[in-house]
């Protein structure tokens, strides 16, 4: 009886007491604003805290002044925060992802909190890299082109691939992922439109894929590399040759004439009596 008694009286304060969690989304940079309504005029303080530990962050005070605690919760606020002396709205300049978390307002030091806000600031997103995941080339003989698509330093974000309109697939990554990144197998010659995108809740950022960039067929890059080699070789082989036959020519002409073989043997032998003489 007495836990159903307490059951109960805990919904109905989540539903009727004020306990309510409003979320809230922003983009990183951007302006957002806690709204509250206050219509009538204050009877006690009202007071801002955020985060597990309720640090007091401002103070609407009766006299319809305001106090902004700057050097709480890190400094993290520092220049960053307004209240609004009509409505008690606080309002957060130049979001970071560090605002992230739940912030509550009571009514002088009363314990139910007039409002909870869970405010969760999105990083900027950044352009998915598509690149080419097959490497060696003359080893697959198979049609399809490997590819993945990358993106670094990302948290609370879905990366995926599109064919047209429809997905093919998706990860999801919720804490910070230094390297986060989706494979995709094509077929060469597709004529089909493939991008990748990234996502978090509001917002996108997507990269079309360029097949024709990315996916050399295989076939086409062996065959150039086996012309090269073929060219090489030739050329080579020509060289070789043309300076044989020279040497043969050469060689004969000595033998006919005689007088080259002398004049060599001449010459090696005044040059080994320089060096004698020199040492
Ligand atoms: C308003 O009230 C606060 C606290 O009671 C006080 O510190 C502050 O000086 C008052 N401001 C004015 C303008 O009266
Ligand atoms: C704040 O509390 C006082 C009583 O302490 C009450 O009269 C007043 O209506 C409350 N204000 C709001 C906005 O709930
Ligand atoms: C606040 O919002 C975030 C993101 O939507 C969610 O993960 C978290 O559980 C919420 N926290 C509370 C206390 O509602
Ligand atoms: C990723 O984040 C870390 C720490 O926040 C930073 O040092 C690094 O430069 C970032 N890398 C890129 C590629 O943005
Ligand atoms: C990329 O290719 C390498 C081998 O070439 C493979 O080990 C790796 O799993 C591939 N990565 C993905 C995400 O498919
Ligand atoms: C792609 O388009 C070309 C002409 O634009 C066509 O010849 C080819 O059959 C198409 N391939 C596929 C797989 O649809």
């Avoid at 309720?54 to 209240?83: C, H, P, Q, S, W």
């Avoid at 957060?92 to 009363?110: P, Q």
Wanted: glycine share 4%; hydrophobic share 35%; proline share 2%.
């Amino acid at each position: 009886m007495f836990m159903c008694f307490c059951l109960c009286l805990w919904s109905l304060n989540g539903v009727f007491g004020g306990d309510e969690v409003k979320s809230v989304s922003e983009m990183e940079g951007d302006s957002v604003t806690l709204n509250l309504d206050l219509s009538e005029i204050l009877k006690e303080d009202i007071l801002w805290r955020f985060g597990h530990n309720t640090v007091l962050i401002a103070k609407l005070y009766k006299n319809n002044t305001d106090k902004i605690y700057a050097e709480n919760a890190d400094g993290r606020f520092r220049d960053r925060l307004k209240l609004d002396h009509q409505t008690g709205s606080l309002t957060i300049t130049n979001t970071r992802t560090t605002d992230s978390g739940l912030y509550k307002v009571t009514n002088g030091s009363n314990a139910t909190p007039l409002n909870t806000f869970n405010l969760t600031v999105y990083a900027r997103l950044p352009v998915p890299v598509i690149s080419s995941n097959s490497s060696q080339c003359s080893s697959s003989s198979s049609s399809s082109c490997s590819l993945l698509c990358s993106v670094v330093n990302v948290s609370r974000v879905t990366l995926s691939w599109y064919k047209g309109n429809s997905l093919l697939s998706s990860i999801s990554a919720s804490d910070l992922s230094i390297s986060f990144s989706l494979p995709l197998e094509v077929e060469y010659q597709d004529n089909n439109t493939y991008s990748c995108v990234i996502n978090n809740p509001i917002s996108n950022q997507a990269t079309h894929l360029d097949i024709n960039k990315l996916c050399q067929p295989c076939e086409d890059r062996g065959l150039s590399l086996f012309y090269i080699m073929l060219i090489s070789v030739a050329a080579a082989g020509s060289l070789l040759i043309v300076a044989a036959v020279r040497i043969f020519c050469i060689c004969r002409k000595t033998d006919q004439e005689g007088k080259y073989y002398l004049l060599l043997r001449e010459l090696k032998r005044s040059l080994m009596w320089c060096m004698q003489e020199l040492l």
